[in-house]
């Protein structure tokens, strides 16, 4: 509080925490004539009961709680607000304070906020934007390579949602989605790269790294796992000597882990390319891995 002259100590209070706790405070102040100052840390008020689902001991709605003094606060008269601040310093006495507050920058104007959250999914500190490079890199393929994606581009032509067949076509192709290839898809369909990456990403099927000409997938699956499933992966790891999701230096074989293969009656189950090897054990695969030439 200011003081004008020693007896009579009159002027504005300082509340620090908009929860539900001060909020109730500046009001009380507020309805017995003193200016307020709310000085909330975070940048809404209402603290962290807005959280909540029920308050203890009574089972009350918090938000049935929180909202009428919630919209109060919010527009008493008396009442200033100081969201996103924070108190650096007090000097003074009883009476005749005097506070340093530090209002942080909301890169908004406060008073034209309308609370939609537009500035939030925009922020560029929070979200970097994706910006197309101004000259086209070269596409890294070879003059065959070009040729088969010319071709498989041309296939799907004026196909509704032709992105995904044609990603799939160059997936089995060539085992993975070497980048000059999905930039040649890119411009073909005159669409942004970012959102062909999108797709590409999306969808386990595609890989954006080198594969094996074979896939080996190994069931971890709750079945498979009590079979030993997992013992079945280390072997496979310490033979090929490539860890799950890896692929051997040769390109000859990819190991992943999956979680179901759809075939628990026949666990322990590993599937090697389109072939179902069930009821495995660990000498089994590794013998099985022969059938299979780089």
């Given amino acids: 509080m200011s003081s004008q002259g020693s007896k009579n100590k009159v002027g504005s209070v300082l509340v620090v925490g908009a929860g ?10 507020a309805n017995a004539g003193f200016k307020v100052y709310l000085v909330e840390r975070d940048p809404a008020i209402g603290g962290v009961m807005s959280q909540l689902d029920k308050t203890f001991p009574t089972n009350d709605c918090a938000m049935c709680t929180l909202a ?10 008396n009442i200033e607000k100081l969201t996103y601040s924070e108190v650096e310093s007090i000097e003074g006495e009883p009476g005749a304070f005097k506070v340093r507050v530090r209002k942080k920058a909301r890169s908004v104007k406060a008073d034209k906020c309308t609370g939609c959250g537009e500035c939030m999914a925009n ?10 490079p101004p000259e086209p890199e070269p596409l ?18 004026g196909e509704m949602g032709s992105v995904i067949p044609i990603l799939q076509d160059i997936n089995a192709r060539y085992k993975w ?14 669409m942004p790269l970012s959102r062909v990456l999108r797709i590409a990403t ?13 896939i080996i997938r190994v069931c971890m699956g709750t079945a498979c796992h009590v079979k030993g499933g997992s013992r079945i992966l280390e072997s496979l790891e310490r033979e090929l000597d490539v860890r799950a999701g890896g692929t051997t230096g040769d390109r000859r074989f990819t190991l992943e882990a999956v979680r179901c293969l759809g075939c628990c009656g026949l666990a322990p189950v590993v599937t090697i390319d389109e072939d179902v090897y069930g009821r495995i054990t660990q000498q089994k695969i590794v013998k099985a891995l022969d059938k299979y030439p780089a």
Wanted: charged letters at 25%; one cysteine or more; proline letters at 7%.
């Fill in 68 to 77: 009428p003094r919630m919209v109060e606060c919010g527009s008493h008269i």
């Fill in 140 to 157: 890294e393929l070879t003059p065959d390579e070009l040729g088969d994606v010319n071709r498989i581009v041309a296939e799907h032509e």
């Fill in 123 to 132: 922020c560029l500190v929070r979200n970097r934007a994706y910006v197309e």
């Fill in 202 to 214: 999306f969808y386990n099927v595609f890989s954006l790294e080198p594969r094996g000409e074979h």
């Fill in 20 to 29: 539900i706790g001060g909020m109730q405070a500046s009001l009380d102040l």
């Fill in 177 to 190: 989605l070497p980048p000059g290839a999905v930039r040649r898809v890119s411009e073909a369909l005159e």
